[in-house]
């Protein structure tokens, strides 16, 4: 009931900010008829209302207007979601936001048809205060990390600089076709056509998912599409409210772009340490929650919302704060709550983000039928037209370079599964509202309503048929074991500890030096004590419980505390056994005799070979030593440091 309660606050806000309910008018109101008379004074100011008889039923419907729009609103989509998955084929051909569009259109079409007038539109501010928070809070806090942070030199990589080429290539290209038909394109200036450029660059994370969960691509193609549209969104409204800010200026200097530069990191960085420290404050709060379990899932969401409050308020990205704030508490949280909680959280963050969605297509649908459209065919193909040019191209170059670095190369069938799944949302729409009134701004808002149209049912229903044409390779649909999930852990400790043997700093270094941190530091500071101590593998169990409870809620029961406590009693003696028979040693406690010597040249990790024990020692944290090791070897020795390598071509010759 609490959700419930929850979800009709939320969206009479949201309706209340989108004008869907008007204000009653008192000079327009009807009087009640014989049921209620008046006493009125000398000047006829009506005094008191007397009753003249006692009314046995009476309708009384602006008392509750807003709470019953509400509601009907959310049944209307809820119904068209619930025949959407019982349409038989459908859901195969059609994406569930392109039904959700066509049901807003045809509720739009009521509207206008009855009314005869434009109906409600979606404003900017309850897009972007109320309908996209949840759902990138949902995106952030079930965000796979650890594909997210294998892959983030490659998202960055597209979000940062392939932005960046779709706004210039598509500002310019715009504005070169407006000087091409000056009669009808004339008044418009470069600003505002790279203005444009940023907002039609935008690509929606709510369409993308929509419609990427439903093919089930495989887990590198799916997170670069995810990553890149999730950070674009971010990168595209900073570059907006750049442009704006120079459209208000007298006169644009090479200082003021400067400046703006400077600006662009500025928000970017301040979202990132806005949501990193409410994401500590949030993980440090539910450390004290065991007593009231009932609390701990709302900390999520207050300190999430309030990451993203804060950072709009000081004009900093409020898209990468509130993704910062879900990736840190994830770590955490989940450690010092129950399991009750946990599933609690997940489950209202699904449902609000679906809402959220859903209300999102409805309403672009419903704005679709206004009388603010302007027509131009050369502007509207030229720009749906560029959209796809540059998108493709940028791709295509920049994943050119990307591929010299990436030990996985993007596959040119993934490079046009990227390029192709750029659509376009509610983000596009709702910025260009927000341009300040000038000749042409119809004319914009018209050819966003097309680019978005068309991206989501052109693209967006012909790319699970072109994947399927292309033969991309599928994400795998079972869940890893727990045999998997161990050797991918020992496969990662292994890799850093070659790492650091061979003198190279690259990601699994730093992955396990911030580990070592983690373990240190962080937790025994968020993470309640009793939660400490835990085995890993234990905690590795009860995630892949938790996972397969998510899948089928049904058939997998939780563990009971006697069954846990058996398990931890059986890891606990075995791993004792296994200590007790081979002394063990970790590489960040090695004695000072026995570090190994980091080689500081290629050339001399081309000419020595360093003894196979020392990576086996990077195991799985506390890795035993080898029984063929002579014994005055594994002894620590007192006197000159002996070092455990021997020549390559030495061994070779002999």
């Not at 309503?449 to 649909?477: A, E, Y």
């Amino acid at each position: 009931m609490a959700p419930f309660l929850s979800l009709l606050i939320y969206t009479y806000l949201v309706l209340r900010c989108s004008s869907l309910t008007a204000p009653v008018d008192p000079s327009k109101s009807q009087p009640m008829g014989s049921s209620l008379g008046q006493n009125s004074s000398s000047e006829g100011v009506p005094l008191v209302d007397v009753p003249m008889a006692l009314g046995v039923f009476s309708v009384d419907y602006h008392h509750v207007q807003a709470p019953f729009e509400i509601v009907l609103w959310i049944m209307l989509a809820s119904l068209a979601k619930l025949g959407f998955h019982w349409s038989g084929r459908i859901p195969a051909v059609v994406p569930e936001s392109c039904l959700l569009i066509m049901v807003g259109l045809l509720v739009g079409g009521v509207i206008y048809g009855v009314r005869h007038s434009a109906p409600p539109t979606l404003s900017a501010d309850a897009f972007f205060l109320f309908l996209l928070p949840p759902i990138v809070l949902d995106a952030g806090y079930f965000l796979p990390g650890r594909l997210f942070f294998e892959n983030l030199g490659t998202i960055l990589w597209y979000a940062l600089l392939g932005t960046l080429w779709n706004v210039l290539g598509i500002g310019l290209s715009l504005y070169g076709v407006c000087l091409l038909c000056p009669s009808s394109l004339g008044d418009v200036s470069l600003l505002h056509c790279l203005l444009f450029g940023s907002l039609i660059a935008a690509v929606d994370p709510v369409a993308v998912l929509s419609v990427f969960q439903e093919m089930h691509v495989n887990e590198q193609l799916h997170i670069l599409v995810f990553g890149e549209s999730l950070l674009n969104d971010a990168v595209t409204v900073v570059l907006y409210q750049l442009f704006e800010s120079f459209l208000r200026l007298p006169s644009v200097s090479g200082l003021d772009v400067l400046l703006g530069g400077c600006r662009v990191l500025v928000v970017g960085f301040g979202g990132l340490f806005v949501g990193l420290f409410f994401g500590l404050v949030a993980a440090l709060t539910s450390r004290f929650t065991p007593r009231v379990p009932v609390i701990a899932p709302l900390f999520v969401f207050l300190y999430s919302y309030l990451s993203y409050l804060t950072s709009e308020m000081l004009h900093l990205s409020g898209i990468t704060a509130i993704v910062t704030c879900a990736v840190t508490m994830k770590q955490y949280v989940e450690a010092n709550v129950s399991e009750r909680s946990n599933s609690s959280i997940q489950y209202f963050l699904k449902m609000w983000s679906s809402v959220s969605e859903t209300l999102i297509f409805i309403f672009l649908g419903v704005s679709t039928i206004q009388d603010v459209h302007m027509w131009s065919w050369l502007f509207v193909c030229a720009t749906l037209l560029l959209c796809l040019i540059w998108r493709g191209s940028g791709v295509l170059l920049l994943t050119a370079v990307v591929n010299k670095v990436r030990r996985n190369k993007v596959t040119f069938r993934d490079q046009f599964i990227i390029a192709y799944g750029g659509l376009r949302g509610a983000i596009c729409f709702s910025l260009v509202f927000l341009i300040d009134d000038f000749p042409k701004k119809r004319l914009f808002i018209t050819t966003t309503i097309i680019v978005i149209l068309f991206t989501v049912f052109v693209q967006g229903m012909t790319i699970k048929p072109l994947v399927d044409l292309l033969d991309v390779k599928r994400k795998k649909r079972a869940l890893p074991t727990v045999s998997e999930e161990i050797h991918s852990r020992l496969i990662d400790h292994l890799l850093a500890g070659i790492e650091d043997v061979v003198g190279y700093w690259g990601q699994h270094y730093w992955k396990d030096k911030f580990e070592q941190f983690n373990r240190k530091f962080l937790r025994r500071f968020l993470i309640r004590e009793e939660q400490q101590n835990r085995s890993s593998i234990l905690r590795v169990y009860q995630e892949l419980e938790r996972r397969e409870q998510g899948a089928d809620r049904e058939t997998v029961h939780p563990l009971l505390p006697e069954e846990m406590d058996s398990i931890r009693r059986i890891l606990s003696r075995n791993l004792l056994q296994f200590n007790s028979r081979r002394p063990t040693y970790s590489r960040h406690t090695l004695h000072h005799d026995r570090a190994l010597q980091r080689h500081s040249s290629l050339g001399e990790r081309d000419t020595q070979f360093v003894f196979l024990c020392a990576v086996c020692a990077i195991g799985p944290r506390s890795i035993s030593q080898d029984s063929s090791i002579p014994e005055e070897q594994t002894a620590p020795q007192h006197g000159p440091k002996k070092h455990l390598s021997f020549d390559i071509e030495n061994e070779k010759n002999n």
